[in-house]
């Protein structure tokens, strides 16, 4: 039997996933043909060059949209995420009611990962910087409502209540919070309004929400001023474009204060090294022949005859072709923007062979994700700032209280009674484990509640100080820094200075290129068009000056009032960008257009030639921008997955039976 190649064209987080389940899944039955074995192939391009290992250093963290970025890159230092950042950990209970991202949480057990798995919480009271106005949520009130005037007292509630008002055109609340992965799924397809709309409604009962368009939807119902308040405080303004309506609902409900992720105190980078070293071990154990090609990117890929056919190109020249090869398979592990590249250089071409993803039903379902720039700069200080209560007059509100697991072990080792452990790790209505409080008042009162009993002075002194966490924040404003997350000193060595970080911006849309045009700085003309600048290959920029002192502007508004001048903000240690918007990803995340039956989308796309009428290649498409898990890594591996389950015998690494990787149709 001739020896088996497979080559996968992208090393971020489907193609490293990719790889590593390749060489490590169990395959039966038909499926032990499609296993790799001794003598085999198995080639990674990565247009990039990430910095896996001392054998292969490069000039960034791993994970493609993922970038952990570490004060003077040291690893030992404080870090900042200039890409995705965290992940909805799973409990490992299989029933459909369990949330979380499965996948992400097995692979970080796999991987032997969970020992650096640490609560990155979002602040129950976060700070609102909205027109001028300072505010925490919890002082939003009818007497003091946020500076919009919104309809029906609209002002005087979250600006999160503008999802649920769209929601509820669909679906009771209680409803919403019962609703299951595979339910969701068939909303997107069958979900419609279900109560009366009024007359000068521009949608109507029964109609598709798949077929409608969020931004239309919110701005038809909440009106100019609602719209701009959930917009606006929000702090996302990817959530509020004019995406299908069916997966909006579903997936703003991730952006809700209270809800819980993880990170790794490693870097969310680390997960992707740890996938890239257990792909190269595996291999050397099991006799495959495992190729790393670097600064090197997929030019073309055609089906000619039996045989894929592809050409490459190199970083220095990606747009010439500087060589080619032929597979058994291809993993086209990259977004829409990187897709349209290869399918460029055979478009305009005759040529032999199928050319998959020019074929028009495909680039209709390309078309299906809609590309969402981001940008993101971090900024290292030498102090927490913006959290000193005493000089700052709107301090983050991210001091918070939460028992973990390892929190009811070391009460446990400390002597605190274990009938009150008992009592904590059982409550339900309200839990108390994995539950962030704040203040520490309300999480005391809520444990003696639990526990039926008062604590001592000593027993409060110990369940507060094993328990208190800092949250992310965010604070949120309507100026183009948007949202600033806190990440504080979160160096693995805590010896020598603290050094304290935080995302100094998190935007995405329009206000990204707010900070495009200061990254040049004053009297500089461009020279390199912005289609041939791959900065996120290279990794975090420097800021100039000028653009220090913009954010600077911007964070002194949110933190010390309207009228603060930019001094009041410490001039940084360091700060960097990711601009995201640039090649070859052109957006931080994807979302589905309006028109589209998404369940389709995910089924087909994966392997384009099933929406070719007698056409059969093993070309396959997996990436988070066709998945049922947008802008997350979850996304990514699920669709991976699912290709490896239903096309390569590879049994699925948790049951799917309660938790679809990819949408059925």
Known sequence: ?????????????????????????????????????????????????????????????????????????????????????????????????????????????????????????????????????????????????????????????????????????????????????????????????????????????????????????????????????????????????????????DANNEFVPGNEYKTLTTGYSSIFTALFDAAVRLAKKQGVHFKYHPNTRLHSILKIGKTIH?????????????????????????????????????????????????????????????????????????????????????????????????????????????????????????????????????FIQTVESCIQERLTVKQQELLLKLSARNTIGPSVTDTPIRQIVYFGNNAISQKGDAVYGILASYDDEQFTTFWETLELGPNKERRVPLSDDTQPLEGPRNVPDRMVKMLRKQLAAVHFGPQSDYSAVPEPLEARYMDWSLPPFNAGYHAYAAHYNVCDVQQKIRKPSQLIKGADADIFIVGEAYSNDQAWVEGAFCTAESVLNDFFGIEPIISNKNYPFICSC
């Open 310 to 442: 592809y050409s490459i190109a190199t970083r220095e020249n990606p747009n010439k072709k500087s060589g080619s090869g032929t597979t058994d398979a291809a993993w086209l592990a990259m977004p829409r923007y990187a897709l349209d590249l290869v399918a460029q250089a055979t478009r305009y071409q005759s040529h032999d062979g199928l050319d998959v993803l020019n074929h028009r039903k495909v680039q209709l379902y390309l078309e299906s994700a809609i590309m969402q720039p981001s940008y993101k700069i971090g900024m290292f200080f030498s102090s927490a700032w913006w959290a000193d209560t005493a000089n700052t007059p709107y301090p983050a509100q991210i001091e918070a209280y939460e028992v973990t697991a390892d929190v009811l072990k070391q009460l446990a080792a400390e002597g605190f009674p274990n009938k009150y452990i008992a009592a904590m790790d059982a409550a339900t209505k309200p839990a108390i484990v994995e539950t962030p409080y704040t203040p520490a008042a309300a």
């Open 1 to 249: 039997m001739p020896h088996k190649t497979y080559s996968i064209f992208g090393a971020g987080a489907a193609g490293l996933y990719t790889a590593w389940r390749l060489l490590d899944g169990k395959t039966t039955g038909k499926g032990k043909s499609r296993q790799l074995g001794k003598g085999d192939t198995l080639e990674l391009y990565d247009w990039g060059k990430y910095d896996f290992s001392k054998a292969n250093p490069g000039s960034r963290a791993p994970g493609a949209r993922v970038c952990t970025w570490h004060y003077k890159d040291d690893k030992n230092s404080s870090y900042l995420e200039l890409g995705g950042m965290r992940y909805s950990d799973w409990n490992g209970e299989d029933g459909p009611e369990n949330e979380g991202h499965r996948l992400v949480t097995t692979v970080i057990k796999e991987l032997d990962l969970k020992k650096y798995s640490v609560p990155f919480n979002e602040s129950t009271n976060p700070l609102f910087y909205l027109r001028t106005k300072n505010m925490y949520l919890n002082s939003i009130t009818s007497s003091n409502p946020a500076p919009y005037y919104v309809d029906h007292f609209g002002a005087a509630t979250s600006p999160d209540n503008g999802f649920s008002v769209i929601q509820d055109l669909a679906m009771t609340p209680a409803k919403a919070k019962k609703i299951t992965r595979a339910q969701w799924c068939e909303f997107y397809n069958k979900g419609t309004i279900a109560v009366e709309l009024q007359d000068s409604s521009v949608f109507k009962k029964g109609d598709r929400m798949t077929d409608i368009g969020y931004w239309d939807l919110m701005f038809d119902q909440l009106g100019p001023e609602g719209f701009s308040y959930t917009a606006d405080g929000n702090g996302y303004t990817s959530n509020v474009i004019n995406w299908n309506s069916a997966v909006a609902i």
